[in-house]
């Protein structure tokens, strides 16, 4: 591992650590109300304090920057598709002069009334979605202006992207990696299985679920 890997999984895999505690605690939290979709982050960042976070503000990728790592918040009513707005996800983020490596927190939420409540969560290595991530910087979304009767107008071509949810992979609670023994790492992890993907060039990227051993 590079560096810059050895200090995102270190990140991931202590953050994970935090979110299962409380998953031990309350295992169904309530994460979603309709008409609010501030919940979940709000649950993902408490305990958090000890870190340092940073967020790039409304629309910008990914939603935070924990100790140098990025992480990209997702929650959804089922196992579909995520969408993302006009950012291709990826194991890495480029914000300016800001780069690093970029985790997504992805939650399932079943819903009873105007509420949700989790049902499964995974911390995924973004390489999972795409691994090439120069081509994913490279693809950049554009505005055109000058546009409208009196010129001052702006066409936005804003591409809108849609990736399978990790957590049709692994269901229940998880920490997905590119590494093979973040079990012998942190003992509080199990392995749980590999995961094989194939690129459209006929490449296999292994990745590898990992539980926690206090959640079953």
């Known amino acids: 591992m590079t ?8 990140i991931a895999v202590e953050v994970f650590e935090k979110k299962c505690q409380k998953l031990v605690r309350h295992r169904r939290p309530n994460i979603y109300l309709k008409s609010n979709a501030e919940l979940f982050s709000d649950w993902f960042e408490d305990g958090l304090d000890d870190y340092s976070i940073h967020k790039l503000g409304a629309n910008a990728h990914p939603d935070l920057i924990i100790n140098g790592v ?7 009513r089922a196992n579909s598709q995520i969408q993302f707005n006009s950012t291709i996800p ?6 300016g ?21 989790l049902e499964d969560f995974t911390i995924c290595d973004g390489d999972f979605f795409n691994h090439n991530r120069e081509r ?3 693809h950049h ?3 055109e202006p000058g546009f409208g009767d009196y010129g001052d107008g702006v066409i936005r071509h804003r591409k809108m992207y849609s990736f399978p949810s990790p957590l ?8 997905i990696s590119k590494v093979s023994n973040v079990h012998e790492l942190y003992q509080t992890l199990v392995f749980d299985r590999q995961v094989d993907r194939i690129n ?13 051993n206090l959640l079953p």
């Open 3 to 10: 560096p810059s890997e050895e200090q995102g999984l270190k």
């Open 90 to 95: 990826c194991g890495g983020f480029r914000h």
């Open 97 to 117: 002069e800001v780069a690093g490596e970029c985790y997504y927190a992805v939650a399932r939420y079943t819903t009873e009334r105007n509420y949700g409540y």
């Open 200 to 212: 459209t060039l006929g490449e296999t990227f292994t990745f590898y679920v990992y539980r926690h």
């Open 136 to 138: 994913a910087f490279a």
């Open 168 to 175: 049709r992979t692994a269901q229940g609670i998880s920490l």
């Open 70 to 76: 990025g992480f990209e918040l997702k929650s959804l």
């Open 141 to 143: 979304n554009e505005q």
